[in-house]
């Protein structure tokens, strides 16, 4: 499977691509803004999507959906990576469409199983 994994920091698209890639056996693409994250997900044609819920310039939300606006994305299942995990803002994402929400920080060693989870629901 690969994997776009959109997020601000370097050190969690470091370990997302880490643990996918070695516990999965993923494809692991990243992008470092939401702007050069919606340019990969139309080149790449990514199976699923990690994104930052809060990045600079573009916002997670508005990255999102962005991705529903183009045909070549909007299927594409997204889960978000956030430490905004309050329930409403959970709720609203998933109002949004996401498929799920995976919190900061996560345990690498099982982030694998939780990506199955949410896709599995």
Partial sequence: ????????EEDVRYIVRM???RLAE????????????????????????LLDMMMPVMHGAAVFRELRAWPETAGIPVIFLTAAALTYE?????????????????????????IAAILDA
């Fill in 19 to 21: 643990s996918l890639g």
């Fill in 26 to 49: 993923m494809t692991v693409i990243e992008a470092g803004s939401g702007l050069e994250g919606i340019a990969m997900a139309r080149s790449e044609r990514p199976e699923l999507i």
């Fill in 1 to 8: 499977m690969k994997v776009l994994v959109i997020d601000d």
């Fill in 90 to 114: 959970i709720e609203r994402l998933e109002e949004l469409g996401a498929k799920g929400v995976i919190r900061k920080p996560f345990d690498p060693l099982t982030l694998h199983n939780q």
